[in-house]
């Protein structure tokens, strides 16, 4: 039971970059399930488009991401909140942008394999192999770095995020 609790509490408090990414990778499974329930949600029972629907279980995991990121995967209750929102949407941001172009390249290249069709495979293969192969390297060379050593560490640019959220936000009476 003693092996069990040191374990958890290896997991859980452990600030060595394998432990992290082990934690990061808890989190975004937990986002990503998160995402893509809501979306079906609104999909199947509000009846929105599939679009519409894809893009509020994006807003939901990402939220739900970066809430457990702050608390458990990074331990960032020394960044202030609204810095980390602005430089969560930045990461996300460019993830997207990432996947997007990732995706596009990785297809055009394996569109132009010849030996792959011989072997079987079609374009919906090719979009599939391009998409996972972008996500997972987005995934580990971008968000999960980018998390690391920006978003939820005290940084310079903090305090302009701050500022901006201020500027932006309704004002409280």
């Known amino acids: 039971m003693g092996n069990i609790k040191q374990l958890k509490d290896k997991f859980v408090n452990d600030p060595g970059l394998v432990v992290t990414f082990l934690r990061s990778s808890v989190s975004s499974q937990i986002a990503s399930w998160i995402d893509m329930g809501v979306g079906f949600v609104f999909f199947a029972w509000v009846h929105l488009y599939p679009w519409l629907a894809t893009a509020i279980g994006a807003v939901f995991g990402g939220v739900v991401n970066c809430a457990i990121n702050y608390r458990f995967t990074f331990h960032a209750q020394n960044v202030p909140v609204k810095a980390v929102a602005i430089k969560y949407a930045m990461v996300w941001?460019?993830?997207?942008?990432?996947?997007?172009?990732?995706?596009?390249?990785?297809?055009?290249?394996?569109?132009?394999?010849?030996?792959?069709?011989?072997?079987?495979?079609?374009?919906?293969?090719?979009?599939?192999?391009?998409?996972?192969?972008?996500?997972?390297?987005?995934?580990?060379?971008?968000?999960?770095?980018?998390?690391?050593?920006?978003?939820?560490?005290?940084?310079?640019?903090?305090?302009?995020?701050?500022?901006f959220v201020n500027l932006i936000s309704p004002r409280r009476h």
């Open 93 to 163: 941001g460019g993830s997207l942008l990432l996947n997007v172009l990732g995706t596009q390249v990785l297809f055009e290249l394996l569109s132009n394999l010849p030996f792959l069709e011989e072997w079987g495979f079609k374009p919906n293969g090719y979009y599939a192999a391009a998409r996972l192969t972008a996500s997972l390297i987005v995934s580990i060379f971008w968000n999960f770095l980018m998390q690391k050593n920006f978003v939820y560490r005290p940084t310079t640019f903090d305090e302009r995020a701050v500022r």
